[in-house]
């Protein structure tokens, strides 16, 4: 194995996952902590999804550590900890306290930080995160009901979680090319903050990281990895993942997202005659929706277009139903309404789901007992179909970060499905 990596939620693993399938590597994402002695085959890549981004940071931690040590013991010559592009965190971590444990863990001093994704508009400058042409702390993630981003200032925000200093690498050094990069990250003690606009930054970061036994960011910064590995002999002649063999039955979308892209892409869906079912918080507190209920909807509505249940909402009202419930219970009751939906759609013959949002992804994929995907065609930039593997059942799964994709993702995604 080339490379361990470990990502705080699943649809985040999954664009990790399709961007070194796409640069040529043999990719396996596995749910979940490894066991003890896991071995994971021929891969080159091996990519842990946990669900750790806006848990306690000191159970993130003891997650990523554990699964580090399974990944290093399967042989891994360098680990990745793969956050949202959106750097999604709150002053107490997680991204700084898993970074220092797992420094700690290789016994090395430095590494980078780099977040950008030039495809999905996301781009560091000035150690600013910039969505589109406005700053992180300006973009609708102000409002986002978990991590709210109120400072674009990476240098800032993540000096707040670490005690290590956290430096600014500028555009100019990563514009000198490789080895100017290179020697500046070598004089780093602590975390670097790379500034990155272009994919062609982002390979000059990957070059210039080779000698680093750890890389943090988010899958933007991996795109030259599977060049750096092949230049250098280490990577086995592989296919990227182009078509899978999707089970036949019906289908379904579950969005637990709250983001303006999956808000966007509802309505859209929704203008075109998608079938469509608003579950809010309120409602699954007070008995006034039931699981068995919106199966049933699904399964009325399952002839033409792929029906659709979602929680998604604007700000304001997710404040209100967090001012009422608290903000971990409102997101619980969500995420185990739509996990416990995907279980009895299951059950009901349906095997192929499209979900929006981190969080009730990974609530989706521990209910229907998933714990390995392959990785399919790409829909959208970093979100592709994928495939169970290793159960009884197989499904077909395409996991969207709530951020991601085009406002007709709901409409087009099942095109790519034979």
């Not at 390979?203 to 599977?226: E, M, Y």
Request: hydrophobic share 45%; with cysteine.
């Amino acid at each position: 194995m080339l490379l361990g990596a470990i990502a705080d939620d699943l649809t985040g693993a999954t664009d990790l996952a399709v961007t070194l399938t796409r640069g040529g590597m043999k990719v396996l994402q596995v749910v979940g902590v490894p066991p003890s002695g896991a071995q994971f085959a021929d891969a080159d890549a091996v990519v842990v999804s946990l669900k750790s981004r806006t848990i306690p940071a000191s159970e993130a931690v003891a997650m990523s550590i554990t699964a580090g040590e399974a990944l290093l013991a399967a042989g891994a010559r360098q680990l990745f900890f793969k956050y949202c592009s959106t750097f999604d965190s709150t002053d107490a971590g997680n991204i700084g306290p898993v970074t220092d444990a797992l420094l700690a863990l290789l016994g090395e001093s430095r590494t980078l930080a780099c977040p950008a994704f030039p495809t999905n508009k996301r781009t560091v400058y000035q150690g600013h995160l910039f969505v589109g042409d406005v700053l992180l702390s300006d973009s609708p993630m102000k409002d986002h009901p978990l991590t709210p981003m109120r400072d674009a200032n990476l240098v800032r925000v993540l000096g707040r979680q670490t005690a290590r200093a956290v430096v600014l690498v500028e555009h100019g050094c990563v514009r000198a090319g490789t080895e100017a990069l290179r020697a500046r990250l070598e004089a780093v003690e602590g975390i670097a903050i790379v500034d990155a606009i272009s994919d062609a930054d982002l390979r000059t970061i990957a070059a210039a990281a080779s000698g680093l036994r750890l890389i943090t960011g988010g899958s933007g910064v991996a795109l030259g990895l599977p060049d750096v590995y092949a230049q250098a002999g280490l990577l086995r002649a592989s296919t990227p993942a182009n078509a899978m063999a999707a089970p036949q039955g019906r289908a379904a979308i579950l969005a637990g997202s709250c983001s303006a892209a999956t808000r966007r892409q509802i309505d859209l869906a929704r203008s075109r005659g998608t079938p469509a079912l608003q579950v809010e918080a309120a409602q699954i507190a007070e008995n006034q929706i039931t699981v068995s209920e919106a199966a049933d909807f699904i399964e009325r509505n399952s002839d033409g277009l792929v029906p659709l249940v979602y929680s998604s909402a604007d700000p304001e009202q997710v404040r209100a139903v967090q001012k009422t419930y608290g903000t971990t219970i409102a997101g619980e009751m969500i995420e185990q309404f739509m996990g416990q939906l995907a279980q009895m759609l299951a059950q009901r013959g349906f095997t192929r789901f499209l979900i929006a949002g981190g969080e009730t992804s990974g609530a989706v994929i521990q209910s229907l007992g998933v714990t390995a995907l392959q990785i399919g065609p790409e829909i959208d930039p970093g979100v592709p179909w994928t495939l169970s593997s290793g159960e009884a059942r197989n499904f077909a799964l395409a996991l969207k970060s709530g951020n991601f994709g085009t406002d007709d993702f709901f409409l087009k995604a099942w095109d790519l499905l034979q």
